[in-house]
C-alpha cells in the first residue's frame, strides 16, 4: 500500500507569494495531521482532522495558516501570505483514527520562504 | 497539560554497542500509548516501537525495546547492537487518550552511531 503522500517536496518561495502544500492520507485512515518541524520548536502540531472535520486547530499559528480536507483523501495546508519564519519541514500524517492507533509520517514538505 | 521531556539533546554510541535514550512524560491519565520514532537524514518519520500503559511487559522490536516504569512515568529506549543505519533523531511521543487522538512529541535525541 502506497503511504502518506506530500507535494511538492520541496518549495522555494519569495516573502507574501501563497503557498499550498497538499496531501494524500492513506486510505482507510479516517484522522489526518498537519505537523510543522523547525529547529527552534520542534515537531507542532498545527492541525488534526477527523472524517473530514478539523477537530483541533489551536496549533495553527495565525490567520495567514489554514487547511481542509475536502474528501477523505486530500487535504491542503495554504499559507497566504508566506513569511520567511514560516520557513521549516511541513509533515502531513494519517492513522486509522482509533485509540492507540499508530500515526504513519509523509516524507514531508520542505518550505523555504526568502 | 500533557508533557514529554527528552533530556539528552545527542548522543553517540561505537557500532555493535548498546545505548539507551531516556524519555519522561507528564500525565494525570491511566491508560494511553507511548511511541518511538526515527527520523534519518532524510527526515522520515518512522515508527521504532510503540508502547500501551495498561501492559506490564515492555515492548521489544528486534533490536529494539523499552523499559517503561509506569509509576516513574519514564519510557526509555534500548537499542543493542547499535548500527550505522541507526544514526537519526530519535522522537519520544504520548498519545492523549479519551478520542482526540493528539500525539505529543519530545524534542528528540540525536543519535551518531561511530564506526
Known amino acids: 500500500d502506497a503511504g502518506v503522500i506530500q507535494s511538492p517536496r520541496h518549495e522555494v518561495t519569495e516573502m507574501g507569494q501563497e503557498v499550498t502544500l497538499r496531501c494524500k492520507p492513506i486510505s482507510g485512515h479516517n484522522s489526518l495531521f498537519w505537523y510543522r518541524q523547525t529547529m527552534m520548536r520542534g515537531l507542532e502540531l498545527l492541525i488534526y482532522f477527523n472524517n473530514n472535520v478539523p477537530i483541533d486547530d489551536s496549533g495553527m499559528p495565525e490567520d495567514r495558516f489554514s487547511a481542509k480536507m475536502p474528501n477523505a483523501s486530500f487535504s491542503t495546508l495554504k499559507i497566504q501570505p508566506s513569511e520567511p519564519r514560516d520557513s521549516a519541514v511541513y509533515f502531513c500524517a494519517s492513522s486509522p483514527g482509533r485509540y492507540g492507533n499508530t500515526i504513519y509520517f509523509g516524507e514531508g514538505s520542505w518550505l523555504t520562504v526568502v | 497539560a500533557q508533557t514529554v521531556t527528552q533530556s539528552q539533546p545527542e548522543m553517540s554510541v561505537q557500532e555493535a554497542e548498546t545505548v539507551t535514550l531516556s524519555c519522561t512524560y507528564d500525565?494525570?491519565?491511566?491508560?494511553?500509548?507511548l511511541f518511538w520514532y526515527k527520523q534519518p537524514p532524510s527526515r522520515q518519520m518512522i515508527l521504532v516501537i510503540r508502547q500501551e500503559a495498561y501492559k506490564q511487559q515492555n515492548a521489544t522490536e528486534n533490536r529494539f525495546s523499552v523499559n517503561f516504569q509506569k509509576a516513574a512515568k519514564s519510557f526509555s529506549l534500548k537499542i543493542s547492537d547499535s548500527q550505522l543505519g541507526d544514526t537519526a533523531m530519535y522522537f519520544c511521543a504520548f498519545m492523549k487518550p479519551r478520542g482526540t487522538y493528539k500525539y505529543i512529541f519530545g524534542t528528540g535525541t540525536r543519535l551518531k552511531v561511530l564506526a
Open positions: 500525565t494525570s491519565e491511566n491508560n494511553y500509548y
